[in-house]
């Protein structure tokens, strides 16, 4: 992927509140490949 004035400018135009709830699901999906206990969640590490 080219970087350009126009995709720094969308990049910056962003904000935490609305990355925020993909993030987390990402790192779920991976917690699930990984867990290794019955409960273990991203919300009981935090």
């Not at 970087?3 to 999906?29: D, M």
Request: glycine share 4%; no cysteine; proline share 4%.
């Amino acid at each position: 992927m080219k970087v350009t004035a126009e995709h720094n400018a969308r990049i910056a135009g962003l904000t935490f509140s609305s990355v925020y709830p993909h993030y987390v699901n990402k790192i779920e999906k991976r917690s699930d490949k990984r867990r290794t206990a019955p409960g273990d969640t991203l919300a009981d590490r935090l």
